[in-house]
Each structure stands twice: as C-alpha cells, then as structure tokens.
C-alpha cells in the first residue's frame, strides 16, 4: 500500500483498501490460494451489494495483478447496476429546510443544502471546504483538488462553480455563527453532517442530483453543466478539443441560467 500514498487519493479511500485487504489476506491466512480466494469472493458478494463488492473485488485483483499471480485476471467484475436516480423537485429541498428549523445546526444544514442544491458540488468536496474557499462577493466557490491539503476531487482537477444570492444569504448567516463561538472546527465536517442528515431520508449527495436537473430542466447547456459540475471530460468530442471557457465565462453562463430561481428557502 505504500505506493498507493503517493497517488491523488484521500486518506479515507487509501485506509477502505487497505482494510479490505487485511480481511481478504486474514481469510486466506496470508497464502494466496485460488481457491481460498475464490471461497472469499463469494462470501463477501453474498453479504454485499453489487456496487461494494465491485469496489472490493477490485482492490483485490488489483493487488493480486500486482503480485503477478497467473490467475489473477481471471477474477470477473459485475457490471454496474441500471441506476434511476429519484427526481428531486424544489418541493424536496423546501421539506428538508422545514424538518431541522429550530435546529440548534439550522444556519449550518441551511447554507450545506442551498450550496449543494445551487453549486452542484459532491458532498464529499463540500465536506472538505475551508472558509477560504468561498468568494461570497463573486459568488464563487473554488473546489480544489489538493490532497496534501486533503481536499481532493473525483476527476482530479481543480474547478470554480457559482451559487445563487439566496444562497449567499445563507452563507452569510452561517460563517458569522461559525466564527462566533458554535465550537464547530470545520464548515461542513463530514462525521458531524453524516450524523445530522442520519434521520433524514434526503442525504447531501442529493443536493447535487437537485441542481443538475434543475440546469435541465432551465434549458441550460449540458456542457457547462458538466464543467460546473465537474465530470470526467473523457469521450467529450467538443470539451476536450474545442469548448473552452474561462470563468468569467462560467459566470455569465451560470447567472443566466439561474438568475431567476424561486426561493428555496421561502
């Protein structure tokens, strides 16, 4: 795993691998048997879902690949599960807000929803935000992809996305509460989140999924949406040779579209 410290991954994603690695060579008592390990990937595909075991299969022929045990590519992985992601209409952000107000947390789930809902950030990299990421006067937020900072992106790369001013607002009420003694270490802590949003059945990836068919269904251009959203490029004829924009650009694009936007909050 030593080598794996040295690649653009969290911290979070380097100890699941090596986790999983420990049980795959504990069962096997640490002498790679094909059948051993055949014995193993049954056992952990019947306790898991298709997407986990994926990851976990994964992680163990790529370690067996890297040991060059002969057998090794033989190890099949299923293919993704058909995803339908659930619509998620304004009235869905609107139950979210009403369920924690009066929260002793409410000014910081407020600005986490609106944000997630109106930049289109991964919870994960919301999660990871310090306060010198936001530019509340331009209404930017910069994702960056820094692990040893460990602030990293899905892709990679670092990108800027936009938020609206209701938004603002709520980022507004929420750094005067943080910086005035709510005893909070970070914006978005990922454990302290994952505890609020626990009883709720709209979790903070949802935010995102909010905002990508809100652009949608405002007519706004899918390439820019992939940009703001930031989607592997790969397979993009026109973005990865042709559609190029600053972020000056961006905004303009981002404020049109979203101008208009009905209250979220009201």
Not at 54 to 62: D, G, N, S, T
Not at 141 to 164: A, C, E, L, M, Y
Request: proline share 5%.
């Amino acid at each position: 795993m030593k080598y794996r410290e040295i690649e653009d991954i969290t911290d979070e994603w380097r100890k699941s691998c090596e986790i999983w690695l420990r049980q795959y060579l504990n069962f096997v008592d640490r002498k790679v048997d094909e059948n051993k390990t055949l014995e193993y990937l049954k056992k952990i595909k019947s306790q898991s879902s298709i997407t986990y075991y994926r990851k976990k299969a994964l992680q163990i022929r790529r370690f067996l690949q890297y040991k060059k045990v002969p057998w090794a590519n033989t190890i099949g992985i299923p293919s993704e599960p058909e995803h339908i992601p659930p619509r998620i209409a304004p009235g869905v952000i609107h139950e979210v807000l009403k369920r924690y107000e009066g929260h002793q947390y409410y000014k910081q789930i407020k600005a986490l929803v609106l944000l997630g809902a109106t930049s289109g950030m991964r919870a994960e990299e919301m999660y990871q935000l310090s306060e010198g990421d936001l530019d509340l006067e331009h209404r930017t937020v910069r994702i960056n992809h820094n692990p040893q900072k460990g602030q990293t992106t899905k892709t990679q790369r670092s990108r800027v996305s936009f938020f609206t001013e209701e938004t603002k607002q709520a980022l507004t009420e929420y750094l005067a509460f943080f910086n005035n003694g709510s005893g909070l270490l970070r914006l978005f802590g990922q454990n302290h989140i994952v505890d609020l949003f626990h009883p709720s059945t709209v979790k903070p990836k949802d935010f995102r999924k909010y905002f990508s068919q809100d652009w949608d269904r405002r007519g706004g251009p899918t390439s820019i949406k992939k940009i703001l959203m930031g989607h592997s490029l790969r397979g993009d004829v026109d973005l990865m040779h042709y559609n190029a924009q600053s972020p000056e650009d961006l905004k303009i694009i981002y404020d049109k579209i979203m101008n208009n936007c009905p209250s979220l909050s009201a």
